[in-house]
């Protein structure tokens, strides 16, 4: 027989989070920080306008592009929001979540052998999208003394006459990096300069804890150049209902709305009339849960400071990235006897690239009584780490 | 600062004060002082417990009482309100706007003790007009707690 496997799919790794995915199921007792959704259910005026969809008998195609209602509710919100103007008809296309818009936009924009920068550390699914879709990526190794923002030179210095588009993750999963505005006006100078597209990955947006989010898109030349993606599923904690969205210039959405009508038709009905009403009446929900991981930040980074255990703060999204390098061990090791010797899973850094090396990603969205047994085991674990480092060092 | 605390501690009063100055963000001395000042103005007026006296061995029987009075000149509500307010057995007393004027909540031992506190104490009372008991079967959720399901993670246990 033959082999029946396209080439490209093959060399693609899987993520590197199955791993521990496959130990931590098995464990029955393991406690988990290692989740990448909220802990909140979907506020219940949310959730009850898409039964009450269901009960009218809303249950057919949208158009592909998506419900005109939810797409006007969207460019209110990034008007309200952002102070960005954009035409529902023409420069919205409502996904099944922020993780399409990324396949599409990508898919739409390269042609085989363009170059898609993607800073890293960031979130799985940028590196394999691009190859995917026949670009090549490369890698922009972000540092923990930058706080694992974008710098222009970063930038810069990746730039060669193939570079097309810049994948724009902020803020970041896994770090929870945020990019400030004078950030943005560094970059946004080279990216003109340099004639590029940008792709800005927005999903955590409404989770900031130091000033509101700018979006790339806000500054002047830049919305021309720019898909802004963003979504429900972390702001109105709707992880399984699967909606995003991207908006942009009018020919390029055009071109993502061909993939996406031949690929999926359009995004689950139930949830876009759902998602009418987060747009409409969710404001209060958002700062709500804000508010309550942003208590936990706070936890986070002073039980941090109590174990010597080395973090920048992080001012976004809702993670944590503290540095487990003094340990003399990989992240991957350092997660892996965490939970073998106390039952809790955390993500290694590099499940987000090389770079995340000697870095774990913490998520807080946990209540805070759970972070505190996880976060008291990982105070002993760190402790017998200390000990054992001085009796090595003794010796 | 206020609001926020208010929000944790209506929630957990018994939350330590070091633990509630670091997820403020503030020193543990002004949330100290808040909380004493909160208290000198009447906003805290106490720290109680949620119970859940179904799952004791103890018996009580709760009822909501609408009671419909007739307001007295110049004292409006207040007059009477405080007169059922007394009764240790009363745990809330409200105005309300509606059909009746005000509704009463109140606890006892049995059906038979909450009975005899309307027909012999409540329902006597001058300015009353009429009293219409309903005894409580089951609370489901009380004070934005859901008392009948524990909390349960759902997601998976490691996701990007």
Known sequence: MRNP???????????????????????????????????????????????????????????????????????????RRFGLEYDPTHEVLVTVGGSEAIDIALRAMVNPGDEVLIPQPSYVSYEPCAVLADAVPVIINLKAENEFRLTAQELLDAITDRTKILVLPFPNNPTGAIMERSDLEAIAKVIIEKDLFVISDEIYGELTYKEKHVSIAELPGMK???????????????????????????????????????????????????????????????????????????????????????????????????????????????????????????????????????????????????????????????GRLKKEKQEGQRC | MREELLKIIEKNSRIDLKELAVILGVEEIDVVNEMAAMEAEGIICGYHTLIDWEKTSIEKVSALIEVRVTPQRGQGFDRIAERIYKYPEVSAVYLISGGFDLLVTLEGKSLKEVSAFVSDKLAPLESILSTATHFILKKYKDHGTVLTKKYEDQREKITP
């Open chain 1, 5 to 79: 496997l396209s080439d490209k799919i093959v060399t693609i790794k899987p993520s590197g989070i199955r791993k521990f995915f496959d130990i931590v199921s098995e464990m029955e007792d393991a406690i988990s920080l290692g989740v990448g959704e909220p802990d909140f259910d979907t506020p219940w005026h949310i959730r009850d306008e898409g039964i009450y969809s269901l009960e009218k008998g809303r249950t057919f195609y949208t158009s592909n592009a998506g419900l005109k209602e939810l797409k006007v509710e969207i460019c209110n919100y990034l008007r």
């Open chain 1, 224 to 382: 021309e150049r720019t898909i802004l993606i963003n979504g429900f599923s972390k702001a109105y904690a709707m992880t399984g209902w699967r909606l995003g969205y991207a908006c942009g210039p009018a020919p390029i959405i055009e071109q993502m709305l061909k993939i996406h009508q031949f690929a999926i038709m359009c995004a689950p009905t139930t949830s876009q009339y759902a998602a009418v009403e987060a747009m409409k009446n969710g404001d209060e929900d958002v700062a709500e849960m804000r508010e309550q991981y942003n208590q936990r930040r706070r936890y986070l980074m002073n039980a941090f400071k109590e174990m010597g255990l080395p973090c920048f703060e992080p001012y976004g999204a809702f993670y944590v990235f503290p540095c487990i390098a003094e340990f003399g061990m990989s992240s991957d090791e350092f997660a892996t006897r965490f939970l073998e010797e106390e039952k809790v899973a955390v993500v290694p850094g590099t499940a987000f690239g090389d770079c995340g090396e000697g870095f774990i990603r913490i998520s807080y969205a946990y209540s805070l009584e759970n972070l505190k047994v996880a976060i008291g085991r990982l105070a002993d674990f760190v």
